[in-house]
């Protein structure tokens, strides 16, 4: 995958599905910004708006909301992960 990448995934440093996130992004070779919520809580609030949900992760690829790691996770089993992190 493209180290341009614009992947950014919101988290909490004790969130396993954040951390399966990760695994899958960093299997894939995707560079991503992360975004520890839970010590920044101004970045929270950003979240908490710009996805309409509450529960991390929350991943965007550019400003496209993927959602959480069942979001991500799909995508990858359907085959569109490659088109939505190259699109």
């Known amino acids: 995958m493209s180290e341009n990448s ?18 899958l992004l960093d299997k894939k070779n995707v560079v991503y910004e992360t975004i520890r919520v839970d010590q920044d809580h101004e970045q929270l609030d950003i979240m908490k708006q710009r996805s309409g949900r509450r529960t991390v992760p929350q991943i965007f690829v ?8 069942d979001d991500l996770s799909e995508l990858e089993a359907t085959g569109q992960l490659d088109q939505v992190l190259s699109g």
């Open 6 to 23: 614009n992947v950014l995934i919101y988290a909490t440093g004790l969130c396993g599905f954040c951390k399966a996130a990760m695994r």
């Open 62 to 69: 550019g400003d496209h909301h993927i959602g959480g790691f």
